[in-house]
């Protein structure tokens, strides 16, 4: 085993390798787990970040990005972790090759995975008129007919987003569950409330329409699949870091991305919408600076002890 270090960030998306620059930054010693081809941005293309014109690669962002934080200091483990522990002066940390690592203080960023609902033509129309998010692509879509598909509030808000940019929104939910006040705003919103469950999104090279069970046929061009985020969460629920009351789905933090745990930060995706580049890294830079300081404090309380 090697030394402890001061920050463990678990993810190499915008949210993880900005934690990581400003950890090395502040010359915590830092170490970065998980792979960039496996975050979110890795095949967008981005245009609305602060500074960065026209469509610019994610791939090439995150590149950048890690080169930053490596260059920084930072140490980048391009490998998953599968076991998070506590222990008396930090946590433990197992990756997928049962190496075992140790750190002062932990940073959450580990992105979400969208569920699909594995409807004819999903994977073939995936970025071709199917998005998993209304807050990256429904700009898009501006002034064409769109469907979203889901049952809770994620595709409650996607669609109410949807009807700011174009006219004609339909929620195809065969069970829609949202409270009361959320289902009044929709129905004043003139989003159209389908009941039907859909059965295939239909097009050749790109969405032509959406096909019902009752035979229908929705004549839209952009299909968005709102079933709200899985989040990989599993590493931090079984550690004890609680999620957000509401929807159970998020790691609950407060403004300074701490969790309910004392010395584990979360940042990005992995702590609720928007998804969006912008506020991954914002949320990164909080947990990073705020990782580090909780580290040094660590560290001042071994030396007295000693
Ligand atoms: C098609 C598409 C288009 C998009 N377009 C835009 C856009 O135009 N503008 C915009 O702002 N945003 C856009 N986004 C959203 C943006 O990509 C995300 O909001 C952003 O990447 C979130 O960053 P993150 O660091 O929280 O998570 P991610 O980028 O998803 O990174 C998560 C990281 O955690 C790692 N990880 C997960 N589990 C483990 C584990 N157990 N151990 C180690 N590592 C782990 C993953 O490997 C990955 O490196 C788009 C997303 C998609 C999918």
Redesign the pocket.
């Known amino acids: 085993m090697s030394e402890i270090y001061d920050v463990a960030i678990?993810?190499?998306?915008?949210?993880?390798l900005q934690a990581a620059i400003h950890t090395a930054r502040r010359k915590a010693r830092t170490i970065v787990?998980?792979?960039?081809e496996?975050?979110?941005?890795y095949?967008?293309?981005?245009?609305?970040?602060f500074g960065v014109p026209g469509k610019k690669d994610?791939k090439e962002i995150l590149e950048i990005g890690l080169n930053q934080a490596q260059n920084f200091g930072a140490e980048h483990h391009p490998?998953?972790?599968?076991k998070l522990e506590l222990t008396e002066k930090g946590f433990r940390i197992e990756t997928e090759r049962a190496e075992i690592f140790e750190a002062l203080t932990i940073v959450i960023?580990?992105?979400?995975a969208?569920r699909k609902t594995r409807l004819k033509g999903e994977k073939e129309l995936l970025?071709k008129g199917v998005?998993?998010?209304v807050?990256?692509?429904g700009f898009f879509f501006r002034g064409l007919p769109v469907a979203v598909i889901g049952s809770g509030s994620a595709a409650a808000h996607g669609a109410l987003t949807l009807k700011k940019i174009t006219s004609e929104v339909f929620l195809v939910s065969p069970k829609l569950d949202v409270p009361e006040e959320l289902k009044r705003e929709l129905e004043e919103s003139g989003v159209e409330i389908i009941s039907a469950k859909p059965v295939e999104i239909l097009g050749e090279n790109e969405v032509e329409g959406l096909l019902l069970e009752d035979g229908r046929k929705l004549a839209v061009k952009g299909v968005f699949i709102e079933e709200g985020a899985k989040g990989?969460l599993q590493?931090a629920t079984v550690l004890g870091v609680a999620l957000d009351p509401e929807n159970m789905t998020y790691i609950q933090v407060d403004r300074e991305q701490r969790t309910n745990l004392p010395g584990v930060f979360a940042?990005?995706?992995?702590c609720g919408p928007p998804?969006?580049?912008?506020?991954?890294v914002g949320e990164?830079c909080i947990a990073g600076l705020k990782a580090a300081e909780e580290a040094g404090k660590r560290r001042r309380e071994m030396k007295d002890e000693a």
């Open positions: 678990i993810g190499s998306g915008p949210a993880g787990f998980g792979k960039i496996k975050s979110a941005l095949r967008a293309h981005v245009e609305n970040y994610g490998f998953d972790v599968v960023a580990t992105g979400v969208r970025g998005s998993y998010c807050d990256c692509d990989a590493l940042a990005g995706d992995v998804f969006q580049v912008a506020k991954a990164g």
